[in-house]
């Protein structure tokens, strides 16, 4: 099957639900983006470590190591409309409080590990959600053009954000780029506001709280496929995410440009996942989907090691935007083919368990800037990549299950889940009608993991 015409490259943005989210995320990742830059910026200014990023990173992490899962069940319990509001508020208002420390000159290290370690927690019930909220905004044929259109427009944010938030710390100062990053939570809030309220709760039976915990656990383990690709999710971030915590360390030890080169680093980086997100966006009637992310992955580790031996800011801002495509191809093939394989009624859960890999990320991010301060960032940077891609052959050797992945393109249909939930709510359609122009036929009695 051959990719789809580029002209449809924006499709998904034609339905209005979905259309009203992706701005709500444009302004989430960018206030977060944003966040991700200034604590790093400030965590190595106080203390002058690449250890501070590793911890900093740490604090924000292992909550979600902890806490997705029940963040998971919550999603699925709930209506994730609200949830998504109640967590955003909250973001914005640990926001506005860094905000004033800075302001006030009271700013701590701890501090910053303090608020780090809340967000994450808050992160762990949002996340979630927003994740398992995509299929139900679009009709079923789109998923994997709104997945990669939500990944791109994260890209967006990692271009944008990084440099702007660089850029603006001399003329405004640290507080005030926070109180930036506040505004932007607001926006995304407002919105959220823009979101129906009919078709947000997945899951209509209601279970004990345990039962409910442990569905997502039990579906996983029952499901060979789905068990190698939440691997795959969980396992790839542990070798490619500590550069991102890196990037200060590059910008100001190597390549002597702490501002304007971490600028550009975090604007390279988005480019070249911008890139890989238009790409994914047609590819998704192309049903190899196991042979499409081991070369997502080997662009990834391939172009990591090729950044890490780069001799100047030019040559790496190229390489870090090819190690993009490569990351982006594998994380959007990756999560449309778990997304179109789990059912709605466990679907929050199930990606809640996938955020876990944020909560795995320190096993990596900790030792690699320990071991900056020791053998150097691009030593060890080089190691992390080398790792990458031993997992990545192992894996896709040891598994013809992963290496011979195909799955066929979702049929084609006529409403989003939420467009016939709401018409189902008014009066306009039956249940029955709803599910044949769904495509989907919803299990409305029964879990589809047995409680024990």
Known sequence: MRPRQWGSTFTSLKEREYAWYFAGNLAFFMGMQMQMILRGYLAYDMTGTAASLGWIAASMALPMLLAAPFGGVVADRVNKRTLLIVTQVIAAV?????????????????????????????????????????????????????????????????????????????????????????????????????????????????????????????????????????????????????????????????????????????????????????????????????????????????????????????????????????????????????????????????????????????LGVVPVTIAADHIGPEASIAISAACLLVVLFLMWGASPRLRNLNVAALGRAELSPVRAAELVAQGKLTQDEADRMTGQVRNRGTSPVAGG
Request: glycine letters at 10%; a positive charge; hydrophobic letters at 55%.
């Open 94 to 362: 640990a926001s506005l409080l860094l905000a004033f420390l800075i302001l006030a000159d009271l700013i701590r290290f701890w501090h910053l590990v303090a608020i780090s370690l809340g967000t994450g927690i808050v992160f762990s019930f949002n996340m979630p959600a927003r994740q398992a909220l995509v299929p139900e905004l679009v009709p079923q044929h789109k998923l994997m053009n709104a997945i990669s259109l939500q990944m791109g427009g994260m890209n967006v944010t990692r271009i944008v954000a990084p440099a702007a938030g660089a850029m603006l710390i001399a003329p405004m100062g640290v507080g005030w780029v926070y109180m930036l990053t506040t505004a932007m939570f607001v926006v995304a809030v407002a919105s959220e506001f823009h979101l129906p309220t009919a078709g947000m709760v997945s899951q209509v039976e209601r279970k004990a709280f345990s039962q409910d915990f442990t569905a997502g656990f039990r579906y996983i383990a029952k499901e060979p496929t789905i068990r190698l690709l939440m691997t795959a999710a969980l396992v790839m971030p542990l070798f490619g995410f500590p550069l991102q915590q890196m990037l200060p360390v590059f910008a100001k030890d190597v390549f002597d440009s702490p501002e304007i080169g971490l600028g550009l680093l975090g604007a390279a980086a988005g480019v070249g996942g911008l890139a890989g997100a238009m790409i994914s966006a047609n590819l998704d009637n192309q049903p190899a989907k196991g042979r499409l992310m081991f070369i997502g992955g080997l662009l990834m580790g391939g172009f990591l090691i090729a950044f890490a031996a780069s001799p100047n800011l030019l040559v790496a801002m190229f390489f870090l935007a090819a190690m993009g495509v490569g990351q982006m191809l594998f994380q959007a093939t990756n999560n449309t083919t778990i997304q179109s394989k789990v059912p709605p009624e466990v679907r929050g859960r199930v990606m809640s368990i996938m955020m876990m890999s944020f909560g795995l990320m320190p």
